[in-house]
């Protein structure tokens, strides 16, 4: 080749690259546009860039013929495509008017969409690469639409499931919300009965069957509730000032009937602030695990130290059967449970980390985990003194019952429902406490006070601490204006007890 003629080609070939790369750029905007609008904007876009002519997407009609269209739909507008968008529309291949200097191409659909028709009129004559520009085009935009419906079908599954889901956490949190109140009357009857001194101690010894058995079902329903609101993003803590040392001693006694559980508490431990419900289920559970996990009955270890200022740790160790090493970190994810555990027939539901990390996170803190297959574990929480201000604001509640059973399981019951609850266990310990912190009202067991109880009563109004009066029998007029509760009670009438006095007590003046 001459020189003039092999400057021609390189040039050509210039001009050749550059569409490619101009094409390519297109292609990738295309792919990455999920919404239908878009889609269009950025295919006449391009081809008018490449181009210079003008472009239009037409779309089939339902009563047949093609009109307009900015979104992919079968719009049924007025403007309709010409004899000439049919006919490409009916073709295998790219057809072209050169008077008109016109080229239009079908572009495959896939199911839902049968064939669009892309009409490019230019101002100058086409050139082969012109149309080979177009063809490229086309196809790549027929995938791109493609995409996109694959995209929206996924969406509307997503949304779909995302509602299935929403309707199956409400009925449970309904459920097990609703459990909660007979719950309570089964609790309190049968600690009632269990009292009186008509039935034989076997009898009595049913009835604490009875009620324990209740307490552990109320416990699978508060699980259940923890879940559902784990799942709706609901978990909030009530925050109190609490003594970590003392929680974990509470639960190291429970536990410690079924397994030697060494407990050591390092001097000095700070105050902390924290939910102690909350924690005292990861407690639990991290020690419930200790306990389970070294079925060899090998005593297990609890340490409770300030690690440095700011911060303090509770530290499980067991010397049971550890946890494989690749699957240490998956198990703090839900429903995870180690191969050796299942292997083993140890039986578990793989919540309770899960559980316990979403806790010890909103506390801001971390929890950890060591371990030597065969060997044991040792899980370890670490929790800043002061959490951050994630939890929301709640009522404080002091409740004074001298009926141990029953005040747990009522504290327990309304710590559950996102309220703040001190305990009282005598009067010396209610006055106490309300000279210490605000309380927004009290529950008080007068029947228990004996005479002392009108005394406590009026020094709680004296201090605009609204009451409810809770004893065996309806109170009646005799003693004053507050809501008074009969034992056992529903959850749901302690609850309207609590409003009323609440409402009283901010309605009055002073
Ligand atoms: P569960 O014990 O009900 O299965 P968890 O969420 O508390 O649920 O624990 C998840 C998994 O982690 C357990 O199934 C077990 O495989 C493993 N695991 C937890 N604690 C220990 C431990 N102390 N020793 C060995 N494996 C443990």
């Known amino acids: ?14 001009i050749q690259n550059e569409r490619l790369t101009a094409i390519t750029s297109i292609a990738r905007t295309l792919f990455s546009a999920l919404e239908p609008t878009l889609l269009v904007e950025v295919l006449l876009g391009g081809v ?38 049919t006919l490409a529309g ?34 100058t004559p086409y050139s082969s690469a012109d149309i080979f520009a177009i063809g490229l085009l086309a196809q790549y935009f027929g995938v791109a639409v493609r995409n996109v419906e694959l995209y929206q079908e996924l969406a509307a599954r997503r949304d779909a499931v995302v509602e299935l889901n929403q309707v199956k956490n409400d009925l449970i949190a309904m459920m097990a919300h609703d459990f909660k109140g007979p719950l ?52 909030s803590l009530a925050l109190e000032e609490i003594d970590l040392a003392a929680l974990v001693n509470d639960v190291v006694r429970v536990l410690g009937v079924t397994r030697a559980i060494d407990l050591r508490v390092s001097t000095g431990m700070p105050k902390m602030r924290g939910d102690a419900a909350r924690l005292r289920q990861v407690i639990e559970n991290l020690i419930g695990n200790a306990i389970k996990y070294s079925p ?38 839900r429903f995870a449970r180690a191969s050796n555990a299942r292997a083993l027939g140890i039986g578990g539901t793989g919540f309770g980390l899960y559980l316990a990390r979403t806790i010890v996170d909103l506390h801001g803190g971390r929890i950890s985990v060591d371990s030597s297959e065969g060997r044991g574990s040792t899980f370890r929480v670490v929790l800043p003194v002061q959490p951050p201000q994630r939890a929301s604001a709640t009522l404080r509640l002091v409740l004074l019952d001298s009926d141990g059973e029953a005040r747990s399981y009522v504290a327990h019951a309304l710590r559950e429902d ?7 266990a005598n009067a010396n310990d209610l006055v106490r406490l309300v000279g210490e912190a ?48 009969a034992k056992p009670f529903l959850m749901k009438d302690l609850y309207a007890a609590l409003d009323t006095a609440v409402s009283q007590a901010s309605g009055s003046p002073g």
């Open 48 to 85: 008018r860039e490449l181009l210079g002519g003008k472009a239009t997407l037409y779309a089939p009609r339902p009563g047949g013929g093609y009109a307009v269209t900015g979104d992919l739909s079968r719009c049924d507008e007025q403007r309709c495509g010409d004899g000439f968008i």
């Open 90 to 123: 009916n073709s295998d291949v790219i057809v072209i008017d050169e008077h008109e200097r016109r080229a239009a191409v079908k572009v495959a659909g896939s199911g839902r969409t049968t064939a669009f028709v892309l009409d490019v009129a230019s101002e």
């Open 184 to 235: 309570t009357a089964i609790v309190g009857f049968a600690d009632v009965l269990a009292e009186d001194e008509r039935f034989d101690a076997d009898s009595r010894e049913y009835l604490g069957i009875i009620s324990s058995s209740a307490m552990r079902l109320a416990a699978l329903a508060t699980e259940t509730l923890v879940l559902s609101r784990l799942e709706h993003n609901e978990l």
């Open 296 to 333: 060899g009955g090998e005593p297990v270890d609890v340490a409770v130290r300030a690690p440095e200022a700011g911060r303090v740790e509770i530290a499980v160790r067991d010397r049971g059967i550890g946890i494989p090493e690749s699957e240490r970190t998956k198990l703090f994810s």
């Open 1 to 14: 080749m001459s020189p003039p003629e092999d400057a021609l080609r390189d040039a050509e070939l210039a």
């Open 418 to 424: 996102g309220y703040a609850v001190s305990v009282a």
């Open 438 to 485: 605000h309380f927004d009202a009290a529950l008080v067991d007068v029947d228990r006070l004996g005479s002392q109880a009108e005394a406590i009563v009026r020094q709680l109004r004296e201090r605009h601490v609204p009451v409810v009066r809770i004893g065996l029998h309806r109170s009646g007029e005799t003693n004053g204006a507050e809501p008074s509760l």
